[in-house]
């Protein structure tokens, strides 16, 4: 159910995101989604890839901390009160959502949003049991 | 032009100064027979010095001429942490008057100790210091020295009143009261950190008073902390006064160690009451006259603590030649650096392996990290840049932030100072020789 996400530090400097972005490009990789997460000194990089293992292996020989965590990627129903009704599962459940980005992709029609949770598992157990899509990464990247 | 013997202001005697003049020859008998009474002292005394000696298989009754000091063990700041509080005190505690202490490496100071005829040694000493930079009977001196445990403002407060001068006993800090008094009160000489007073003038032209025209400030003695020409060059420019280079240490009295005179070429040092050599700090051979090396310093009189050989990690040379200043004592040259990585920030020491030990506290596997001092307005910043690895590293900010918060907690909680810990990508502290350049002191690029 969960999918692994690959986290970089990235210091807060023009080029930087595009450095680490060409290095990428240059190793092959895709990246199906990410986001940037920043104080004003230094920023995070969250990278959603049909090849985590491979990315975090790129990413670190090219000198750069980086780090692998779980994510879910949940179907949002893309109308009015989609998303909040997602959320709304969550909060009964007493479920903090830690932070959380769209993808670049939709599935039948609807949204695709990455989330990250204070317990992972518990949270996919209420959402699965509440009808929401709880995407397995071969659902997302094919084989 | 030699300047008449004896004469700091010209027409006046000042009886302590006098032993600055003192023909060489007769100082060298002088200190011969204080080393050879402080070798005892300390032979006989205290355990450290004495194991030490047996180890080398020297006695008391060895040192015939100066040149024999070599023969003798050096110390160093570890032995004084090492026998902390009181192992190397060389009297009961019932004739010690004055205790001090000064921030060590691990958490606990080094605590030096003062009897009452110490206490007298440097108050002599310190008048000498005054005298050579033209202080005198009438001045209003403003001591910005911190008192208490630190030696600085005691120290210098004892010497202020011996020569007669009066003394405003104000310690550090509060920089819009410390110009309010210089102004009010009238004050006509000065004693602090090169740098604080670098942020004072800075203070009183934000308070819209030039020091030229609405201070009676002539001179100031300035030490602590390594200071550059430039520094002067800036202060007697941006504030009229003339300033002189001090140097001393705990370890050894506190201030009263060096002086400069009015020719500001060089630091007499009160040579009967301290022996120099300058070694190599490799090898630990002496090196010659006019050669940096590492300053040793032998305490010639001190009862209550002797230290014999401390290397004091000051890099410096010996100064031979005859001042113009008419002064026998010799001189060394301003301190350039120091052969270990100790540097000090805002008055206090701080050696790279306590950043160290207080990154370890927080990250078990040691960072590569960057201590980076700079200067701005007079006032020292550390910043602590430290290498992000993946072990370190969270998904979230917010723990990120707090892995940032922890580092400048325990670095404050070891040093006493506050960090700015920064953060920064893996590699990109510059490594010399593979190993990462662990202080980059910017201070003097600017003033």
């Given at each position: 159910m969960k999918i692994r996400q690959i986290s970089v530090f990235l210091e807060n400097r023009p080029g930087r995101l595009s450095a680490l972005c060409r290095i990428l490009a240059e190793a092959g990789v895709n990246l199906s989604t990410l986001t940037l997460a920043e104080t004003g000194e230094f920023g995070l990089l969250r990278l959603i890839t049909p090849d985590p293992d491979k990315a975090r292996q790129v990413i670190e020989q090219a000198g750069y901390a980086a780090t692998a965590t779980e994510v879910v990627a949940l179907q949002v129903p893309d109308r009015p009160g989609g998303l909040a009704s997602v959320l709304r599962v969550l909060e009964e459940n007493k479920i903090s959502v830690e932070y959380m980005y769209a993808f670049a992709m939709r599935a039948g029609g609807d949204a695709v949003m990455v989330f990250r949770f204070d317990d992972m598992d518990r949270a996919i157990s209420v959402l699965q049991a509440a009808g929401v899509s709880v995407f397995k990464s071969v659902d997302l990247f094919g084989a | 032009m030699i300047r008449n013997l004896w004469n700091d202001l010209d027409g006046t005697f000042f009886p302590e100064s006098a032993l600055d003049y003192m023909p060489a020859d007769r100082l060298r008998e002088v200190q011969l027979q204080r080393l050879r009474a402080v070798t005892t002292l300390a032979y006989e005394r205290v355990a450290l010095f004495r194991e030490r000696m047996d180890a080398k298989g020297v006695k008391p009754a060895d040192v015939q001429k100066l040149d024999d000091v070599r023969l003798l063990p050096f110390a160093t700041k570890a032995d004084l942490r090492d026998t902390y509080p009181y192992g190397l005190f060389a009297v009961p505690m019932s004739e010690v008057v004055r205790l001090h202490a000064s921030s060590g490496t691990t958490g606990k100071p080094i605590v030096v100790g003062y009897t009452a005829e110490d206490m007298e040694v440097w108050k002599q000493v310190i008048m000498r210091t005054l005298y050579s930079a033209?202080?005198?009977?009438?001045d209003v001196v403003q001591n910005m020295f911190g008192y208490g445990l630190f030696t600085g403002g005691l120290g210098l407060h004892s010497g202020i009143e011996g020569i007669g001068a009066t003394v405003i006993p104000i310690s550090g800090g509060n920089s819009e009261r410390q110009i309010m008094v210089m102004k009010d009160f009238g004050v006509t000489a000065v004693s602090c950190t090169p740098s604080y007073f670098i942020h004072l003038i800075e203070v009183a032209g934000k308070l819209g008073i030039d020091f030229k025209r609405d201070l009676k400030v002539k001179r100031g003695v300035f030490g602590a902390e390594p200071w550059t020409d430039q520094m002067r060059q800036y202060i007697e420019t941006a504030s009229g006064i003339k300033a002189y280079d001090i140097y001393g240490l705990s370890e050894i009295i506190g201030p009263g160690v060096a002086a400069e005179c009015v020719c500001q070429t060089g630091l007499h040092v009160f040579e009967d009451h301290f022996l120099v050599e300058i070694v190599d700090p490799k090898t630990l051979e002496p090196v010659p006259d006019g050669e940096e090396g590492e300053l040793v310093l032998t305490t010639l009189s001190k009862q209550a603590m002797p230290v014999i050989r401390y290397r004091t990690r000051d890099i410096t040379a010996i100064e031979a030649r005859p001042c113009a200043c008419g002064r026998s004592i010799r001189r060394i040259r301003r301190i350039s650096r120091r052969s270990d990585d100790m540097f000090i920030i805002r008055g206090v020491n701080v050696f790279p392996s306590q950043i160290e030990t207080a990154l370890l506290k927080t990250e078990a596997n040691l960072p590569h990290y960057q201590i980076v001092l700079t200067r701005k307005s007079g006032l020292d910043r550390m910043e602590v840049r430290v290498e992000v690895t993946g072990g370190m590293l969270s998904d979230r900010l917010s723990e990120m932030e707090g892995l940032q918060r922890r580092f400048a907690h325990s670095i404050d909680q070891i040093t006493n100072l506050h960090a700015d810990v920064t953060l920064v990508q893996p590699g990109t502290i510059p490594r010399s020789e593979g190993k990462a350049k662990r202080v980059l002191d910017q201070r003097n690029d600017s003033v």
């Open positions: - | 033209g202080y005198s009977r009438g």
